[in-house]
């Protein structure tokens, strides 16, 4: 039963992964973007989260009704006036300019923060659970994590799927000059999908922060794991994100049952064997058929 018991906490934890890893397949998906200062914008998440919870009475959950819209803020204004720039000169631009902000928004924590490692206090909800059998028990955070996801998710897939915008979006995606001759102005778009994905990530970085500790150089890993679940489950593709932070969960918790060394070891090696079995992912767009 302790390898069951590995599986549904693999579970869980891969809710936390996929809710991460949405805002990265987003702005991918919509930009052809990879944002290489996700795992840091998630960490500022966190700081944010911090820093209200030490100057006004709130608790770690109410911080996300400001950290939130702030960081939705930040990826329209970071979109329109930083990033916007740099799509039209090469695939390589983007790159540098979120690679350049990653290293910024360390060194900006470490002198605001410290090295110091920082934690949000959610009380007993953080060890609070139900005990299914003698080895087995459910977690209520890891379940309320696991809930967030998919409501972020289902309300994703609406949007893009039952709104004018969230179709305009998907048609920018597809071909950004007909969307222009059409009207759609493909820049509104495109911060619009960023602010999106900022407000995915917060939501996902506030989370880690209640988890599990955090510091300002922790943001690459994070990155790497949001990254593998996107790549596991299919580049752009919602539903794959979910799949693919669920199967690096499971991969990591299984692997900390064998040896506690061989957590992070066993979901790298499942993002390798995705990568050389099935590159496109376990669960590609039927358009990239």
């Not at 329209?76 to 300019?97: C, E, H, I, T």
């Not at 061989?262 to 979901?267: C, E, M, N, R, V």
Request: proline residues 3%; charged residues 10%.
């Amino acid at each position: 039963m302790t390898w069951v018991n590995a599986v549904v906490q693999g579970i869980l934890l891969g809710g936390l992964y996929a809710l991460f890893a949405t805002g990265l397949s987003l702005m991918f998906g919509v930009m052809r973007i990879v944002n290489l200062a996700h795992g840091d914008l998630s960490v500022l998440a966190a700081f944010l989260a911090f820093a209200l919870i030490d100057a006004l009475p709130l608790n770690a959950f109410a911080t996300l009704v400001l950290v939130v819209p702030a960081m939705a803020a930040l990826g329209w204004l970071l979109q329109r006036f930083v990033l916007q720039r740099s799509l039209g000169a090469g695939q390589l631009a983007p790159l540098l300019v979120t690679f350049g902000l990653s290293v910024v928004l360390q060194n900006v924590l470490l002198e605001v923060f410290s090295p110091d490692s920082r934690a949000l206090d959610i009380g007993g909800l953080g060890t609070a659970g139900l005990r299914l059998s003698g080895s087995v028990s459910v977690g209520w955070f890891g379940v309320l994590c696991l809930g967030i996801a998919i409501a972020v998710l289902v309300g994703l897939q609406l949007f893009l799927a039952r709104t004018a915008f969230g179709r305009a979006m998907r048609a920018t995606s597809d071909d950004q000059e007909t969307v222009q001759l059409m009207g759609i102005d493909h820049r509104r778009v495109y911060a619009t999908a960023t602010a999106i994905a900022f407000a995915t990530l917060a939501v996902a970085g506030v989370l880690f922060g209640m988890r599990t500790t955090f510091d300002p150089s922790i943001g690459p890993a994070r990155l790497i794991f949001a990254f593998e679940a996107v790549i596991i489950g299919g580049l752009g593709s919602l539903w794959g994100t979910l799949a693919g932070g669920v199967v690096l969960g499971v991969a990591q918790t299984v692997g900390a049952q064998i040896s506690p060394a061989y957590s992070i070891l066993a979901g790298h090696l499942v993002f390798l064997a995705v990568l050389v079995l099935r590159p496109q992912g376990i669960l590609r767009p039927a358009a990239a058929r």
